[in-house]
């Protein structure tokens, strides 16, 4: 195990979420309610897609989460950044700030070094599907060698 510089801001919690099924609408369903829950928490969110089509699908989610409402929400790359709560995109934005930053199944390990000392936690979200549970396992060994604080959640209720 590496040692951590005690000067160094601490290491964000990082929650593991094994959510029943096997399928990426199941994963976005639960990233969405993981959503709701943060930013009506008032938090700063940043959910972080593997590729052009889940962030497409989360964000016709995320206008549609609730019959009554949705969920504020702009790509990265939006002029409306700034002022939103809940960002979504490929990469992290350089120097930007987020209380939480979720991953349902983007490639987090080349990003952490952008995560701000201000991110106070990190919510990878896998499911059954083989491809997504190995990707887990390797995130997972990465924060443990690493020193993160591991929490992981065994999520019951299906989300698909």
């Given at each position: 195990m590496a040692d951590r510089d005690t000067t160094a801001p601490p290491l964000p919690r990082v929650d593991f979420y094994h959510v029943p099924g096997d399928n990426m609408l199941g994963l976005h369903r639960f990233t969405c309610r993981l959503t709701e829950k943060a930013w009506k928490l008032g938090?700063?969110?940043?959910?972080?897609?593997?590729?052009?089509?889940?962030?497409?699908?989360?964000?016709?989610?995320?206008?549609?989460?609730?019959?009554?409402?949705?969920?504020?929400?702009?790509?990265?790359?939006?002029?409306?950044?700034?002022?939103?709560?809940?960002?979504?995109g490929e990469q992290l934005p350089a120097h930007a700030e987020f209380d939480l930053i979720i991953n349902?199944?983007?490639?987090?390990?080349?990003?952490?070094?952008?995560?701000?000392?201000?991110?106070?936690?990190?919510?990878?979200?896998?499911?059954?599907?083989?491809?997504?549970?190995?990707?887990?396992?390797?995130?997972?060994s990465y924060y443990d060698k690493n020193n993160y604080p591991l929490e992981y959640h065994e999520i019951s209720i299906a989300v698909a």
């Open positions: 938090h700063r969110i940043f959910i972080l897609c593997d590729k052009p089509a889940s962030c497409q699908q989360l964000d016709q989610l995320l206008w549609s989460w609730r019959d009554t409402g949705f969920l504020p929400h702009a790509p990265a790359s939006s002029s409306l950044a700034a002022d939103t709560p809940v960002l979504l349902p199944g983007g490639d987090i390990h080349a990003q952490i070094p952008q995560i701000s000392p201000a991110t106070r936690r990190i919510a990878e979200i896998i499911n059954q599907h083989p491809n997504c549970k190995q990707a887990g396992r390797l995130r997972y």
